[in-house]
């Protein structure tokens, strides 16, 4: 008796630190990239590529964990050096002209011949929302203070070939950014990238006018279904054994 309950332990605590190891180390694919441009999008009706490589990150990203996101409704207006987004999150980054970046909720002011239309110098993409992250050229970086292992965005004014969304995850990564044409339109660009922590992700749109909007970052992780059922199974097993031999 004392041998098979020695035997039947020793099953149970194994099939627990295997469901353990299974959730702490998930076997996941690395780095999977999405996105989608439409020419000449002045609006998200108009950018049903965009719009389905968005669905389509955001379904990629709830099978990590839990998606967050910004979309600027609650940031101050105008010009900033730093902005903080979120407990941890923050966002810089220089124009074309080493100047700050802003948060704007329309591109009238920008003086420019001709002036501009939402698909040649970006607009809000949030449902109900107006404000949205200007970029005058130049570059805006993400940071985030526990790491992040998905990083998507709404880019909105695109005409530039060479605009890229850069990081590191160990090695340096560089994802193109769409072109939708020479008119302008909507890009959606986005990436998981499993069991990394980034700490920081930097969008470089060049000389290019880009309106970025309706940003998802970052995942909580939850244990897999398979394996919480296995920890239940040893941690029920356990309670077992121990009120049939009194362990």
Do not use: K
């Not at 987004?85 to 003086?111: D, E, F, M, R």
């Not at 107006?130 to 570059?139: I, K, V, W």
């Not at 060479?162 to 994802?175: A, H, R």
């Not at 069991?195 to 930097?202: E, H, L, R």
């Amino acid at each position: 008796m004392a041998a098979r309950q020695v035997h039947l332990r020793g099953v149970l605590l194994c099939l627990t630190a295997l469901a353990l190891a299974a959730v702490a180390s998930p076997s996941r694919a690395t780095l999977v990239l999405f996105s989608g441009a439409d020419d000449g999008a002045g609006s998200l009706a108009s950018a049903p590529n965009s719009v389905a490589a968005a669905a389509n990150f955001d379904a990629a990203v709830a099978a990590l964990g839990i998606e967050q996101s910004t979309t600027f409704e609650n940031s101050p207006l105008g010009a900033f050096s730093s902005l903080s987004l979120a407990s941890g999150i923050s966002l810089s980054g220089a124009n074309v002209n080493n100047n700050p970046q802003s948060v704007v909720n329309t591109t009238s002011n920008i003086v420019i011949a001709p002036p501009c239309s939402n698909a040649t110098c970006g607009y809000n993409t949030t449902q109900g929302g107006a404000n949205f992250l200007l970029l005058f050229g130049g570059t805006a970086t993400f940071s985030f203070s526990e790491g992040t292992e998905a990083f998507g965005a709404y880019l909105t004014g695109v005409q530039n070939l060479n605009e890229t969304i850069t990081f590191t995850d160990g090695t340096t990564q560089v994802v193109n950014v769409p072109n939708p044409g020479f008119d302008g339109g909507t890009a959606f660009v986005g990436f998981t990238d499993a069991d990394q922590a980034i700490a920081s992700i930097t969008v470089n749109v060049n000389g290019d006018i880009v309106g970025l909007d309706d940003v998802r970052y970052g995942t909580t992780r939850v244990p897999e279904p398979a394996s919480l059922a296995l920890v239940g199974v040893g941690i029920i097993g356990m309670g077992i054994i121990r009120r049939r031999y009194g362990g």
